[in-house]
């Protein structure tokens, strides 16, 4: 049996003759099953006027370009035949594509309206129709492909109109707020930068004011690769800027109660302060709520890295060690007597004390410090800053805050310089974890020497100096803040300008008091009256802190001011 004949292509063969092919079209199997003909490219002639849609009613798609077929396609008997399809009839009869492009035809007959209803794919290209110059509904979908009333036409161009105008006007209003939004941050950068420099011109300091993508490029848009730490009050970032100098970029953590006035005063107190043994502060930033200090490139690291812990970590004769300590007693010196205002530290750590390439110490983080207070010697505070092992009993366990909390922090920071240990060892027995309790320990033994890093290599002169060193740093660290020396009295016995001596507490109480000179068998030298002056030390808040400072004999005794005038004359 012969399969149904579905698929008729028979382009491209020179057929001739006139179209339809009513003895071949109307043959009963053929009319049944045939849904494809392809009669393109031959020299089939004869008019569409009279074509009837129930002569090829199974008829799917058919193809007729590029012949000779000509005269006027009437759209109202096609559809009246079944031959092409509407949207009101049934889809499953007639013609769903129907070409004729290149042929001869001339007119196209329609009613009125009835070109939108057409779902019938017809194709006139290359025909006399399509090439008039009139453009109407039937040009548009037998020529174009747009099948539509001029009515239906007309409301799609109102809704296209519309559209493009909504959108336009979307795009007006986001480009103003976009405008606007612009126009405010360069406002408020003014504003910014208007308030900065009113706030410098006031106090008479001149920090730079570094652009925020300046430091970003500087930083890498501060890569964690450029990241040297962090701390309670910020990340470091290392930057290098377009003239090749290094700097160090801390960005700071700034709480949302933190305003402009708040950041400024840090940055005029900072910039005040002027120092050999503090870090010297370059320029700030504000971007929005971004803080950002650009201070100094320090670079040997700080004390907790090349000193006791960390792939830099370097064995320092005790010259450098004994300088270290001498460095940072004349900064805190600095800091709680000759700073106007003055400042409590509160977080001297290793990590806080850098060391530039001669391992000169500088204190870090000084500026960002609870300010002291003109009219108090000592506050209360609920909100205590510093780091475990450092922290002074009485700030730790009360929020009590003075000067002396400093100076119990600088007690253990001498101990670790000594040592080489950090402050806390929880590998070593519990009566020996922090290292302040263990130099308490062996002060009870007798045995202070063996708190010594068994690294460092001491002469015989040097051993009576360490010893010195090791009093004064358990002077500075006992727990009653009232037996603690004011650093102004740790820098004098540092250098030699006083005795230190060692108080053993009880309760509170003085149990036994040993002097150190005795101990070491040392014997009182008289002293020498010593003028010392540097100017580039000074503050600028503290005109007269640049005065020359005298000791004097008062018989054969040095009284105590003259003690005190002679170490704030040496920590400048």
Request: proline share 3%; glycine share 6%; net charge negative.
């Given at each position: 049996?012969?399969?149904?004949?579905?698929?008729?292509?028979?382009?491209?063969?020179?057929?001739?003759?006139?179209?339809?092919?009513?003895?071949?079209?109307?043959?009963?199997?053929?009319?049944?099953?045939?849904?494809?003909?392809d009669?393109?490219?031959?020299?089939?002639?004869?008019?569409?006027?009279?074509?009837?849609?129930?002569?090829?009613?199974?008829?799917?798609?058919?193809?007729?370009?590029?012949?000779?077929?000509?005269?006027?396609?009437?759209?109202?008997?096609?559809?009246?035949?079944?031959?092409?399809?509407?949207?009101?009839?049934?889809?499953?009869?007639?013609?769903?594509?129907?070409?004729?492009?290149?042929?001869?035809?001339?007119?196209?007959?329609y009613p009125?309206?009835?070109?939108?209803?057409?779902?019938?794919?017809?194709?006139?290209?290359?025909?006399?129709?399509?090439?008039?110059?009139?453009?109407?509904?039937?040009?548009?979908?037998?020529?174009?492909?747009?099948?539509?009333?001029q009515?239906?036409?007309?409301?799609?161009?109102?809704?296209?109109?519309a559209?493009?105008?909504?959108?336009?006007?979307?795009?007006?209003?986001?480009?103003?707020?976009?405008?606007?939004?612009?126009?405010?941050?360069?406002?408020?950068?003014?504003?910014?930068?208007l308030?900065?420099?009113?706030?410098?011109?006031?106090?008479?300091?001149?920090?730079?004011?570094?652009?925020?993508?300046?430091?970003?490029v500087?930083?890498?848009?501060?890569?964690?690769?450029?990241?040297?730490?962090?701390?309670?009050?910020?990340?470091?970032?290392?930057?290098?800027?377009?003239?090749?100098?290094?700097?160090?970029?801390?960005?700071?953590?700034?709480?949302n109660?933190?305003?402009i006035?708040?950041?400024?005063?840090?940055?005029?107190?900072?910039?005040?302060?002027?120092?050999?043994?503090?870090?010297?502060?370059?320029?700030?930033?504000?971007?929005?709520?971004?803080?950002?200090?650009?201070?100094e490139?320090?670079?040997?690291?700080?004390?907790?890295?090349?000193?006791?812990?960390?792939?830099?970590?370097?064995?320092?004769?005790?010259?450098?060690?004994?300088?270290?300590?001498?460095?940072?007693?004349?900064?805190?010196?600095?800091?709680?007597?000759?700073?106007?205002?003055?400042?409590?530290?509160?977080?001297?750590?290793?990590?806080?004390?850098?060391?530039?390439?001669?391992?000169?110490?500088?204190?870090?983080?000084?500026?960002?410090?609870?300010?002291?207070?003109?009219?108090?010697?000592?506050?209360?505070?609920?909100?205590?800053?510093g780091?475990?092992?450092?922290?002074?009993?009485?700030?730790?366990?009360?929020?009590?805050?003075s000067?002396?909390?400093?100076?119990?922090?600088?007690?253990?920071?001498?101990?670790?310089?000594?040592?080489?240990r950090?402050?806390?060892?929880?590998?070593?027995?519990?009566?020996?974890?922090?290292?302040?309790?263990?130099?308490?320990?062996?002060?009870?033994?007798?045995?202070?020497?063996?708190?010594?890093?068994?690294?460092?290599?001491?002469?015989?002169?040097?051993?009576?100096?360490?010893?010195?060193?090791?009093?004064?740093?358990?002077?500075?660290?006992?727990?009653?803040?009232?037996q603690?020396?004011?650093?102004?009295?740790?820098?004098?016995?540092?250098?030699?300008?006083?005795?230190?001596?060692?108080?053993?507490?009880?309760?509170?109480?003085?149990?036994?008091?040993l002097?150190?000179?005795?101990?070491?068998?040392?014997?009182?030298?008289?002293?020498?009256?010593?003028?010392?002056?540097?100017?580039?030390?000074?503050?600028?808040?503290?005109?007269?802190?640049?005065?020359?400072?005298?000791?004097?004999?008062?018989?054969?005794?040095?009284?105590?001011?003259?003690?005190?005038?002679?170490?704030?004359?040496?920590?400048?």
């Open positions: 049996m012969l399969t149904p004949l579905r698929n008729l292509k028979l382009a491209n063969t020179n057929l001739t003759g006139n179209f339809p092919f009513t003895s071949f079209i109307n043959a009963s199997i053929v009319n049944s099953r045939l849904s494809v003909l009669l393109s490219g031959n020299h089939l002639t004869g008019s569409v006027t009279n074509w009837n849609g129930s002569d090829m009613i199974s008829l799917e798609e058919l193809y007729l370009d590029g012949n000779d077929i000509g005269g006027t396609l009437d759209i109202a008997q096609l559809i009246a035949s079944g031959l092409i399809r509407t949207a009101s009839t049934n889809e499953s009869y007639g013609l769903r594509t129907l070409s004729i492009m290149n042929n001869g035809i001339t007119d196209v007959k009125d309206g009835s070109i939108a209803g057409i779902t019938t794919v017809m194709r006139l290209q290359g025909s006399p129709y399509c090439n008039k110059k009139e453009e109407d509904d039937g040009t548009r979908c037998f020529c174009e492909q747009f099948c539509s009333n009515g239906s036409l007309s409301n799609k161009k109102v809704v296209i109109i559209a493009v105008t909504s959108s336009l006007s979307i795009l007006v209003i986001i480009a103003v707020v976009v405008a606007a939004y612009f126009y405010r941050t360069r406002r408020y950068k003014q504003y910014l930068l308030q900065v420099q009113q706030k410098f011109e006031e106090f008479d300091v001149k920090p730079t004011i570094f652009p925020y993508n300046e430091l970003r500087a930083t890498r848009d501060f890569h964690p690769d450029m990241k040297l730490g962090e701390g309670g009050y910020g990340a470091v970032f290392k930057g290098i800027l377009p003239n090749n100098s290094v700097v160090a970029v801390k960005q700071l953590f700034v709480k109660t933190q305003g006035d708040d950041f400024l005063n840090e940055v005029v107190l900072i910039t005040g302060m002027k120092h050999r043994n503090l870090v010297n502060l370059k320029g700030c930033c504000l971007r929005e709520h971004q803080r950002l200090l650009i201070y490139y320090v670079d040997n690291y700080d004390v907790d890295q090349v000193l006791l812990r960390g792939e830099n970590k370097t064995t320092l004769s005790w010259a450098v060690r004994q300088n270290i300590c001498l460095g940072v007693a004349r900064g805190l010196h600095y800091l709680h007597s000759l700073a106007k205002p003055r400042i409590i530290h509160r977080d001297i750590k290793a990590s806080n004390i850098l060391l530039d390439k001669n391992f000169e110490p500088k204190i870090a983080d000084f500026g960002l410090a609870l300010l002291f207070p003109d009219e108090k010697s000592h506050i209360m505070t609920v909100h205590v800053a780091t475990k092992g450092y922290l002074a009993p009485e700030y730790a366990s009360l929020g009590q805050l000067e002396k909390v400093d100076v119990f922090s600088f007690g253990v920071l001498c101990l670790e310089v000594l040592s080489g950090r402050n806390i060892d929880e590998t070593v027995p519990l009566d020996e974890i922090y290292l302040s309790q263990r130099a308490w320990k062996l002060h009870g033994e007798s045995k202070l020497m063996d708190l010594v890093d068994p690294t460092l290599i001491l002469r015989d002169d040097e051993k009576a100096e360490v010893q010195r060193l090791i009093n004064i740093a358990l002077l500075c660290s006992q727990d009653v803040a009232d603690r020396p004011t650093m102004a009295k740790v820098v004098a016995m540092l250098q030699h300008d006083t005795d230190s001596e060692v108080v053993v507490l009880n309760s509170g109480k003085k149990e036994r008091q002097d150190s000179l005795q101990l070491l068998g040392l014997g009182k030298e008289e002293l020498t009256t010593v003028l010392e002056t540097d100017e580039a030390e000074t503050s600028a808040f503290n005109p007269c802190a640049s005065r020359r400072g005298s000791v004097h004999r008062d018989g054969d005794l040095i009284t105590v001011e003259g003690l005190i005038q002679l170490s704030e004359t040496r920590a400048r």
